[in-house]
């Protein structure tokens, strides 16, 4: 795997980003030679059932506000 510093990355993104489209091989980033992230190229066989496990908790609106209300409730629970 590549590493770069998020210094080289911030100057020359286009150029790492053409690069690991297509070489296929993933970057590191680091800050100060600890890594950050790792850059991978997209992936198709990503499909929406990997969306649902994702997000299955925000129930079928998608605006999560069950979630956020269940939440608040067993804090004031705890109070």
Same mark, same amino acid.
């Given at each position: *795997?590549?590493?770069?510093?998020? +210094?080289?990355? @911030?100057d020359?993104? /286009?150029t790492y980003?053409? !690069?690991?489209?297509c070489?296929? *091989? &993933?970057?590191?980033? #680091? $800050? +100060?030679k $600890? &890594?950050?992230?790792?850059?991978? &190229? +997209?992936?198709? /066989?990503?499909? #929406? !059932?990997?969306?649902e @496990? =994702?997000?299955? =908790? *925000?129930d079928? !609106?998608g /605006?999560? #506000? $069950?979630f956020?209300?269940?939440? @608040?409730? /067993?804090?004031?629970? @705890?109070k």
């Amino acid at each position: *795997m590549r590493r770069v510093s998020t +210094y080289q990355l @911030r100057d020359n993104l /286009s150029t790492y980003l053409t !690069d690991i489209v297509c070489g296929g *091989m &993933p970057l590191v980033v #680091e $800050k +100060y030679k $600890k &890594p950050l992230v790792i850059i991978t &190229p +997209y992936d198709d /066989s990503l499909t #929406e !059932d990997d969306f649902e @496990r =994702f997000f299955g =908790f *925000m129930d079928n !609106d998608g /605006s999560g #506000e $069950k979630f956020v209300e269940k939440l @608040r409730r /067993s804090v004031r629970k @705890r109070k």
